[in-house]
Structures are given as structure tokens and as C-alpha cells.
């Protein structure tokens, strides 16, 4: 049976189940294609959360697998939601049913809502204080993201069994594992957050009885690297069908989107990219791009075109990724590393086989001045130009530790915001594995940037003294 294409509600029925043997499904939560399904259902007169492993070749392996983690949890005394049955469907279809937590909330977006500095820092020390049990049992989280975290009430629990590795029969893991476990989840949090990292190493190491320096001098080389991989992966995965995003070839062209914009909307800009371009506002009509709002329904989007000029513009570019493309990859770039730009929402390149032609971009409008705009309007307090100004700062700090370089800083390509800048235009960007090289290109940026400020000498002479170097 084809689960992910019934029509909810729907009823599932367990095998060797004793008494009521029926789940009725009524919302899917996550879905990995072909992998496996998570709904919220009812069984027995209580919700329960349904994950249904679908892949006919490793179904009963990550089956198996899940509910090992599962149990390893339960046995470090680990707060995880209970496991209520573990088996079959009556289609021998391997599946996990769990008490379902009211009102639960990722650890992320928890994250994302506290406000102040001392609030972030309790919540990091009861995450490594889980961490710290988790390790004390031997046990170590090989998928370590803050969506693999719930709080359910004031309580916090383990989720996703199915990346819990058992590493050492139940002896404590050692100070390198440890150290490299502690710097994949603080991976998950942008650079701009490190000055909360001490405490919450500090406060690790107290309860492990390990050498806080030791274990910062150990995350201080290892964090870097797993930033990179992280970017680097996530990047790629952008590319491809996944759970986030879904890629679709045929027609004369590829494109990409994120999977919760699928849509009627969507599919006219499927259909005919250029028809979708004319029911909009023009922004900017460029010869080598044309930039259009369009507002339809719920949606209100930007769609950057990159035109072709001619055939030897045709020619130049036609083996290369186009600019929508690496727009595209930029953007997720950026979003996991902390720094804001307009969600992407889709990639479109047109294609003769393997050539490439126009492509376009497609990211949510952003409603913000300009920083030119921003810096120059008088009627905003100097008091907010103030914070603009240090926000600016701290997005430099962050191209310097991500090694990003944008390549085009000019004012209209940022917009100020009471957090960081949201950032614009991101075909030039790279990112340099080679610091003497980045060093040279972050150079560039920072020229650029403050040539924007000729006209406001104090404060281009203020973004000099305190932009990173």
C-alpha cells in the first residue's frame, strides 16, 4: 500500500497487537520519501505518534535500529516518549507507536524564541546536561540537531532513537568523542552565539569531571570543521529530493523548491516561469537580469530572471551553473550559518540536455529599506542607526569565520534589520576553503562595503575602525 498517498483520515491495523488492533491517522508530520512516514493518530482512546519504516530493502534494519536507540535511551534513564507497541501492520509493514506529547515544541524553536542573552544560557546548560548523561552511558547522538529535542510542558526529551549510537558497552565515552559529540550540537547554533559556548563547555565538564580546558582546546579545532562539513552537506542536499525540498526534471528545464510551497501558485510558475513573471510588479529590467514582485494569494515572491544577452552570452555560460543556481545553494548556505537573507523558494534552469540557459530565482520579498535608504532617512533616531551600524559588524564577523565572501557589498544588496542585516543578491557568493585566499576576497568585500558611505564620511570612518580586518 501506498501509505503516503492516502487520503487522511485513514485506518492502519497492527499485528499481534492484542485488543484493538486499529490506528486511525489524521495528520502526517514528516515524511522521508521512501524512507519513512510519522503521523499523529488515535489508538485505544489516546493520540499517539505512528512511524512507519517503508524502504523494502532496509525497513526492519531501521526498524531494529530505532527501537534499540529507543531502549538504550530508556535504560540511561533518558525522559524519551514511551514506546507503546513495536511490531507489524497486518501488511508486515515494520512500525513504532509512541505516547504522543500536548503541545510539543522543538528544542529549536524554543531557541529561536528566547530573548535574552540569560535565558540562552540556562537552556544550553540543560541541553549539555543531557548530553552529559547521554555520554556517561556510553551513548552518543549521531544526528545532533535541536529538531531532535522536545519540550513538552517544562520537560525536555530525547527524540529519534534511530541515531543513537551505543559506543562503549556503557563506559563513559572518552574526552575525544566526547569533545566531538559536544561540538556537533554546539554546530547547530549560529557563530554568533560562541561567547555562550564557555559557560555551557564549563558547565559539561563539571558534570562529566573532565578538564574544561582540554575540552574547549578540543572545540576550538573541531567546531570550525563541522560548521564547514554541516554547510557543505546541507548545500548539497538542497540539490535533491529530500524531505525539505523536492527537485523536479523534465520539460526543457530542472527545478527546485521546498516542498511545503507546492501549490497551485507554484505550478504556474512551474509551467510557464516567464507568463508568471508578466503578472507581477517590476522591480528592476535589466539586460542581464529582470526582477519582478509577484503577489498571488498567500504568496509574495521575488522571481529573478538571468537573461541570456545573445548567443555569445549563450555560449560563455552554457556549461556552467547559472547564477539562479548558485543564488539557490547560496541561500541555504547563509540560512545555516545564522546569517538572514529572503527564504529561497525555488530554482528554475531551462536546459538542452546537459547546456544551461536562463535561469531563475525565486525567494520571499523582504518589506525593508535599503541600507543606503536606511543610513540617509533622517526621521530614523540616531539611537537605531546605532544598532544597525554594530548588526553590520557582526555579519562581517560571521563572513569571516564561515570563510563567506559575498562579492558585491554594495548598500542596495543589504537590508537593516533590529537583528542582523537580511542579505540580497547572492549569485557572487563563495565560500573559500583556502584562507590566504579568503583573506584577499574578504578584503574586497570590506573595500566595497565602505564605499557605499562617501557621502557619510562619519560613519564610513566608524564602519572602518570596527569591521573586522
Known sequence: MDYLSNTLPFTIALKSSGGDDSIRCVQLLRSLPGKRLVYKGFWQNRAVLVKLFIDAKSSLRHWSREKAGVDALKNARITTPELIFSGLLTDDLPVLVFDFLPEAVTALAVWDELATETDKRDFLRQLTSLLAVLHDQGLVQEDLHLENFLYSGEQLYA??????????????????????NLALLFAQLSP??????????????????????????????????????RRHRYVKKSYRTCSEFVRISGAGQVAISRRDVQGEVFNRLLDDPDAFMCNGETLKDGNTTTIVRVRSGHCDWVVKRYNIKNQWHVLSRCFRPTRAWLSWGNAHRLKISGIATPRAVAMIEKRIGPLRSTGYYVCDFVDKPRADVFFNDETVPLAIKEQAAKKFVLLFELFKKTGIYHGDCKAANFLPDRDLPWVLDLDAMRECSSNVRFKKLFQEDRKRFLLNWRLLPELQKWFDAHLPR
Open 159 to 180: 527524540i529519534d532513537g534511530d541515531t543513537i549510537s551505543i559506543e562503549s558497552n556503557s563506559a563513559p565515552l572518552d574526552l575525544k568523542s566526547s569533545t566531538r
Open 192 to 229: 554568533i552565539f560562541d561567547d555562550l559556548l564557555d559557560d555551557a563547555s564549563r558547565h559539561y565538564a563539571k558534570l562529566r569531571n573532565l578538564s574544561h580546558q582540554k575540552l574547549m582546546s578540543g572545540l576550538t579545532s573541531t567546531l570550525p570543521e563541522i560548521r564547514r562539513t
